[in-house]
């Protein structure tokens, strides 16, 4: 088929396409054609097509029914998502712990790792062994990696992690590149910014409730503060990967909050997730909520008179706090601004990260799984 050609129908593939791995991926058992049909709004041609192009890459399985349907005649055949196709792998560095996660082709959760570091300089090295361990766990191609750190991050690659800075020299992507290489894996390694990838995450969620907001400030929180701005549904990264980087100025308004967090951590002898969940501690709001909502909502005030968002959404652990810290932040927000936004704690709050990140690694294996497809077409038709 000519380029003129290729144009005119690829994108319309590409679509239903992704429409018929939603829905396979949306049930666990068989599903006819009909059914796909009826879920997919797509024509009966469309979607014989289409699931023949997926089971012929293996992305799909077929079976025939066991049975006819009700109007007799011959037995339908019955489609499913192959899960073990492909798999996605999630590395995430935290506060002196690491976490590695692997999705099968569903998106569904294979296997879950963590391991806790106490020296910074081990965590390239401890990177390699956990990605190696589960390679050897998933055992199929591995369509998406991507490690997310708390750090600038700028197109795939650390730019400073104050938390590791053993991660700034970006060898270790080129090590664990090597690694899946050696494997016989065609993939390479994205770092992510865990606050920035909990923004894309935060966004899809307030996102699912029409219309769609315009402009998001979102805030993550767990051990300290990130921060993610979203706009037209785009995530802003700034020049250099930058943007939202809210803490990086020492004398900002960003730091009583973080300071306060410390304070927390040290007057409770508790770390600071453990001691979020404390606030409904004997029967009632625990004393510190509001004035870390308060410190919180200041914080806001520049951001939101700058930006003036439709929404600022909170997550990560501090969702523990309950409703009352989101009480507090929009009294100040709302005696501060004269067009306060909406303030939102987000679903998932703690595992906003994670969900962002596991959206992120099966997007980029869909777009793999779509290329093989119509890479498939391609020969058919020569």
Known sequence: MGKS???????TRTRSTNAVLDALA???AEISVAQLCEITGLSRPTV???????????????????????????????????????????????YHVMQGLAFDSAGSLLTRTAVKFSKSAKVPWLLREMLADLLGVVAVPVYSVAVVVMGIVRHGRVVRSDLVPELDDNQWISDLDRLLADSGQECSVVALNDAKISAQWMYYAVAQNKPAPESLIAIHCSEDVGCGLVFGGVLLDGAHGAAGEILQDINGPWTPVSKYL????????????????????????????????????????????TLDPDVITISGAI????????DEIQKVLLAA?????????????????????????????????LAISIKNVNKSED
Not at 5 to 11: D, L, S, T, V, W
Not at 281 to 301: N, S, Y
Not at 319 to 326: A, R
Not at 344 to 368: D, H, I, N
């Open 5 to 11: 050609g290729e144009k005119a129908i690829f994108p």
């Open 26 to 28: 949306g049930v666990d």
């Open 48 to 94: 014989m097509r289409t699931v023949r192009d997926l089971v012929t890459a293996g992305v799909a399985t077929a079976t025939t029914a066991e049975q006819a349907n009700f109007a007799g005649g011959r037995r339908p055949q019955l489609f499913k998502l192959n899960r073990g196709h492909h798999a996605s792998i999630v590395l995430r560095v935290n």
């Open 262 to 305: 410390r304070q927390l951590e040290k007057e409770y002898g508790l770390p600071i997730r453990n001691v979020y969940k404390l606030r409904a501690r004997d029967g009632g709001v625990a004393k510190f909520v509001e004035p870390l909502g308060q410190l919180m909502g200041k914080a806001l005030v520049p951001m939101a008179l």
């Open 319 to 326: 969702v523990d706090c309950g409703t009352e810290l989101i």
């Open 337 to 369: 601004t004269p067009t306060a936004p909406e303030i939102r704690q987000t679903p998932y709050g703690a595992q906003s990260v994670e969900k962002g990140a596991r959206m992120f690694v099966l997007k980029q294996a869909r777009e793999k799984t």
